[in-house]
C-alpha cells in the first residue's frame, strides 16, 4: 500500500495526460481559465496544454500526498520531501515557460539526486543508507552492504540517462508511458534481483 501511495502522484500524471492528450481543447480552456496568471505571456497553445495539465495536476497531487501524512502524524520520509523539492522547481518552471523540456528532466534529476545521496553518503560520510533501511529485515557482512549500496547508485544513474534517452528521442505520449509503466517495471527488476543476490545470505544468516 505505501508503494502505491508513493506513486500516486505519477499515476495520476499519466491518467491526466492521457484524458488531456485525447480532449487537448478542454485541457487548453482548463490551463487558460485557471493557470494563465502563472503562465509566461499568459497563452498557452493547445499542444502545450495536456502535459502542462497532468503537471500542474501533479503538483497538487504530491503536496495533498505531504499534507495528508502531516494531518496524520505519519512520518514523512526523505525521498517524499525531495520528490516534492524537484518537482516544485522543475514543474514550476515548465509551467511558467510552457515547456515541457523542465517536467521531463524532473524524474533524471530526481534519480540522479537519490543515486549521488546513496553514493556521497558512503564515500564522503561513511553511512551506508541502504543498510540504515534495511538492516533490520536482513544481517550481511559489511562489504555486500558496500556493494549493495553502490549498486542502487549505480541504478539511480542509470535509471536518470534512460528518462532523458526515452523524454527526446520519444513522443511525450510514450514519455508519459515509460514514466509510469517504465519506472515501475524497472524498479521491481531490480528489486527482484537484489531479493535474489540477497537470498543466499539470509539463508546463510538464519
Not at 36 to 63: E, R, Y
Not at 86 to 110: C, D, E, M, R
Not at 181 to 198: E, N
Request: a positive charge; charged letters at 10%.
Amino acid at each position: 500500500m505505501k508503494f502505491l501511495f508513493d506513486f500516486f502522484p505519477v499515476v495520476l500524471f499519466f491518467s491526466i495526460f492521457k484524458w488531456a492528450d485525447s480532449h487537448a481543447t478542454t485541457a487548453q480552456s482548463l490551463m487558460t481559465h485557471y493557470m494563465s496568471g502563472f503562465v509566461l505571456g499568459g497563452v498557452i497553445a493547445t499542444d502545450q496544454a495536456p502535459i502542462l495539465l497532468a503537471t500542474t495536476i501533479m503538483m497538487i497531487a504530491s503536496v495533498a500526498q505531504i499534507a495528508y501524512l502531516y494531518v496524520r502524524g505519519k512520518k514523512i520520509d526523505p525521498p517524499l520531501w525531495i520528490s516534492l523539492v524537484v518537482l516544485g522547481i522543475f514543474g514550476s518552471a515548465s509551467i511558467y515557460f510552457h515547456n515541457a523540456t523542465f517536467i521531463q528532466w524532473k524524474p533524471t534529476v530526481l534519480y540522479w539526486c537519490f543515486g549521488l545521496a546513496i553514493w556521497g553518503g558512503q564515500t564522503f560520510f561513511k553511512k551506508n543508507i541502504i543498510r540504515t533501511m534495511m538492516q533490520d529485515g536482513i544481517t550481511l557482512p559489511d562489504d555486500v552492504w558496500q556493494r549493495l549500496n553502490l549498486a542502487w547508485a549505480a541504478f539511480f544513474l542509470i535509471m536518470g540517462i534512460i528518462n532523458l534517452y526515452v523524454a527526446f528521442n520519444f513522443s511525450m505520449s510514450t514519455w508519459a508511458t515509460f514514466k509510469l509503466f517504465g519506472g515501475v517495471g524497472l524498479m521491481f527488476a531490480f528489486v527482484i534481483a537484489q531479493a535474489l543476490f540477497l537470498s543466499k545470505y539470509a539463508k546463510e544468516s538464519e
